[in-house]
C-alpha cells in the first residue's frame, strides 16, 4: 500500500498533456488557457473619469477655501468615447462624464453633487471651496492592468472571473488544452441500470453517474460505456472500448476476487499496473495503470469510495491532461464539535459538516462514515484529514478542506 | 436608497417562479429539481456484506477462544447480484463476497484475511477464535436511505452529489424548474466589443461577459444582445427584444445623465421601477423593475460593480425563477491582516484574499478596491461585507462570504 501523497505523485507523474486548440472566447468557460495571456492595452487606456463631473487642474483650487472660493471657468463637455487628447489652459474647466477621458493636464475631478455652478455675463463657471488633491476620482492609465503584463497564466481555469478578464482584455480567440475523453464503466452482477427493475440482492448504478458529474465538472468529455458483469469475455470488449479514450475509469470490481478478473483482463490488454491500493479509508482497492498514452483507474464499488477517490485522484489526472497546476483544495479551520479517532489502518477522509454561528465556524462530523453511504456526501460540506492513529479532541481547532460538489 | 437587504427582499418578492418540466437524469446536472424526491427503495436493499469473508450467526461464536476455537462447516458461497434469501443451519457458513446479501440469520461477516481454512473428512471447515459481535461488516437494510424518506427536497441544485444520489435512487426521469431565458445588453457609447479594434477613449465590453459566464454558472440561458449606443431610438430597438426574455440585464447607462436615457425608455415599454438605488460600494446605482412576469435589472458600468451586484442581487432573482431558496454565502472566518474601515456613506464589499497559514486562516484586503478594477475579483477568494463607519482591526477575527467564480 502506498500513501495517497506518493499515488498522487505518480499519478502527476505518468499522465500526459493533451495537445491545444484555438477555440472562441465563447466556449471557453471551463476551459484551460495554453498560453500566457498578456495584455496588450492599458485598463484603464487613459486617465478616465470615475465621477460625472468637472475636470480640474489642481494647481487652480491651491488656495481655495469656503471663504475665498476660486471660479473655473466651463468651456465644454466630454463624454465617454470620445477620443481627443483634450488640454486645457488654467482657469478653465469641463463637464466630464463618468468613463471619459480626462483632458491631458487634469489631474482630478470634482463630484457634480459638489459644485456650485454661477453665470456671470453670459458664461459659466463652477465654485470651488477646497483644494483638489491629484488624482481624486480618476483612475489614471494603466492603474489596473498595465501594457505587456502578464495577466493570466498558462494553465488557468477559465471560471466567470478569469472568463471576464478575458473580454476585458479584449481577446475573441484562445489557445487552451484539449478536454479528455473519459470512458467510465461499471462493473458487477449486481449492478443495474437507472430505470430499470431492481430485485432483490441488486442495487443501482451511481457510480457511472458520480464520475459522468465530476468528469463535466473538471472538464473531461464523459462517455458511459454501461454495466459489465463480471465475466472475463465481457469484460474485455469494454476494456477494449475504454482504452480508446484518453481517460478509462472503472468502478466496482475491486474487492479481492472481483478485482482479479478486471486486472487479468486490463493486462491482458496490455495495460501496465503503476498501483493497485493506497493507504485511505474510504479507497483502499483503488488501481492506477496506463498503456501507452492511456490512463486507467480501477475505483472501489462502494458510492463514497467512488466519489472521493475521483476528487482526490482520479481529478489529478484530468488536471495533468489540461495543463493546470497539481489540484490543491481550498481550506478553512474551525473548532471540532466531536472527538475524532482514526483508529483504522489507513489515513482517513472524514466527511464534515461545518457551520458558522457568531463568529466562529463550528465542524461536526457527519454521523455515518461508512462507505456505502452516499448521503454522507450529500450533506457534507468538508473533509477531514486524519491521518492513521490521529486523535483530535472536541473543541480543538481543525483544518478541513472544503467539499466542492 | 435602499440596504442590500431591502433590495433581495423585493428582488424575491417581485420575482416570479418558472414552470416546471420533466427531464431525463442526463441533463439534468446544474438544474433544480421540482419535486420532493422520495426514496421508492431502502439503500442498502439488504443486509449486504462490507467485506469478503464468511457469514456468521453470531451466537455460534459465543464461546470462541484462541485456545479453543469454533469451527464451522462452509456449506457454499453467495456471489454479488444473488437474490435468493438464504438461512444457514448453526455450525455452518457460507462464503460471501463484498456487496452480496447476507443470509436472513446472519448477524455479522468474518473478513476473509482473518480465517484459517481447514479440510477435515472431505469438508470444508473455518476456524474462529474470537466473538463475532452482531453487525460486524455487515451495513444493514436501509442504513444510507429508507424507502419512503425525502432524500432530497424541491428545489434543491443538482450538483455532483446530487446528481449521483439520483443515479442511487435509480431514477432516470426528473421534474425540474424551467431555465430563465436572460438577454443581456452593454449599453455607451465607448464601449466596443471583443476583437474589434480599440480607440483611444474607448474600453471592451467585460460585463456582457461576466454576466454571461455568470448566468450560465447559475441555471439561465445567456442571449447577449449586443452593445446600444448612449442614443433612446437605439435603445429602444434593444429594450423591446430584451424585454422578450425572463430576466434581462442592462450594464453600463447609469450614471447620472445616462441612466436617465436608458429609464425613459424602459419606462416607455411599460417597465415600472421598483428601487434605483442601493447603499453598496460596488453597485450604488443599480436598478431593479418589472413588466408583468419580466424582470429587469440594470448595472452599473464597472465591471467589478457589475460582477458583485449580480452576486448578491441578479443570482437572487435567478434562484427564484427556478425554484430555490434565497442564496446563502459560504461563510468562514479568519485573521484579518490589515486594518479596514468603511469610511464611506454605502455598505461595503471588499475583496479578500485567505490563505491558510500553519492552523490559521489569514484574511488580506486585494491591494486596490476600485470599481474599475477587475483583477480585484480575479485574485481574491473572499467578500468582506463592512457596513457604512464599521472599522476592523488587524489582528481580529472576521468572518467572511467565499468569492464562488
Redesign the interface.
Known amino acids: 500500500m502506498i500513501s495517497i501523497e506518493e499515488a498522487k505523485k505518480l499519478v502527476w507523474e505518468h499522465t500526459p498533456v493533451l495537445g491545444k486548440e484555438k477555440i472562441s472566447?465563447?466556449d471557453s468557460?471551463a476551459r484551460v488557457i495554453a498560453e500566457n495571456i498578456v495584455s496588450e492595452?492599458n485598463?484603464?487606456?487613459?486617465n478616465?473619469s470615475?465621477?460625472?463631473g468637472f475636470a480640474i487642474i489642481s494647481e487652480d483650487t491651491k488656495y481655495a477655501t469656503k471663504e475665498k472660493p476660486v471660479l473655473l471657468e466651463v468651456i465644454g463637455e466630454i463624454?465617454?468615447?470620445?477620443?481627443?487628447?483634450l488640454v486645457i489652459e488654467n482657469g478653465k474647466t469641463v463637464l466630464i462624464?463618468?468613463?471619459?477621458?480626462v483632458p491631458v493636464n487634469c489631474e482630478s475631478v470634482i463630484k457634480?453633487e459638489d459644485i456650485e455652478e454661477i453665470v456671470k455675463n453670459g458664461k459659466k463657471y463652477i465654485k470651488i471651496n477646497r483644494y483638489m488633491p491629484k488624482g481624486e476620482n480618476i483612475?489614471t492609465k494603466g492603474?489596473?492592468?498595465k501594457e505587456g503584463e502578464i495577466?493570466?497564466k498558462k494553465g488557468t481555469f477559465i471560471?466567470?472571473?478569469?472568463?471576464?478578464?478575458?473580454?476585458?482584455?479584449?481577446?475573441?480567440?484562445i489557445n487552451v488544452y484539449k478536454k479528455p475523453t473519459v470512458a467510465i464503466l461499471s462493473t458487477?452482477?449486481?449492478?443495474?441500470n437507472?430505470?430499470?427493475k431492481?430485485?432483490?440482492?441488486?442495487?443501482?448504478?451511481?457510480?457511472?453517474?458520480?464520475i459522468?458529474?465530476?468528469t463535466?465538472?473538471y472538464g473531461g468529455i464523459p462517455k458511459l460505456l454501461g454495466i459489465s458483469k463480471d465475466r472475463p469475455e465481457l469484460l474485455d470488449r469494454f476494456i477494449k472500448k475504454g482504452l480508446q479514450c484518453d481517460l478509462f475509469i472503472i468502478s466496482g470490481g475491486v474487492?479481492?476476487?472481483?478485482y482479479d478478473i478486471v486486472v487479468d483482463v486490463l493486462k491482458k490488454n496490455g495495460v501496465k499496473l503503476i498501483f493497485h491500493k493506497v493507504a485511505i479509508k474510504p479507497g483502499k482497492p483503488t488501481f492506477f495503470g496506463k498503456k501507452n498514452k492511456k490512463i486507467v483507474f480501477g475505483l472501489p464499488?462502494y458510492?463514497v469510495s467512488t466519489?472521493i477517490n475521483f476528487d482526490y485522484l482520479v481529478k489529478v489526472a484530468i488536471y495533468k491532461m489540461t495543463g493546470r497546476t497539481i489540484p490543491e483544495k481550498?481550506?478553512?479551520?474551525?473548532i471540532l464539535e466531536k472527538d475524532v479517532e482514526n483508529k483504522g489502518d489507513r489515513d482517513e477522509f472524514i466527511r464534515m459538516i461545518?457551520k458558522?454561528r457568531d463568529?466562529?465556524?463550528y465542524i461536526t462530523p457527519y454521523h455515518?462514515q461508512?462507505?456505502?453511504?452516499?448521503?454522507s456526501?450529500?450533506y457534507s460540506?468538508a473533509i477531514l484529514y486524519l491521518k492513521k492513529g490521529e486523535k483530535r479532541k472536541k473543541g480543538e481547532?481543525?483544518?478541513v478542506e472544503?467539499l466542492e460538489?
Do not use: C, H, Q, W
Open positions: 472566447i465563447f468557460i492595452i485598463v484603464p487606456p487613459f478616465r470615475a465621477m460625472d463624454k465617454a468615447g470620445e477620443t481627443k487628447n462624464m463618468t468613463g471619459a477621458k457634480i483612475s492603474e489596473d492592468i495577466i493570466i471560471d466567470s472571473a478569469v472568463f471576464s478578464m478575458i473580454a476585458y482584455l479584449g481577446i475573441d480567440e458487477g452482477d449486481e449492478i443495474k437507472v430505470g430499470e431492481i430485485n432483490e440482492g441488486e442495487i443501482y448504478d451511481s457510480n457511472s453517474y458520480s459522468y458529474a465530476l463535466k465538472k474487492s479481492e476476487g472481483k464499488g458510492p466519489y481550498f481550506k478553512f479551520s474551525g461545518s458558522i463568529n466562529d465556524v455515518s461508512k462507505s456505502g453511504v452516499l448521503s456526501i450529500l460540506n481547532k481543525v483544518v472544503y460538489k
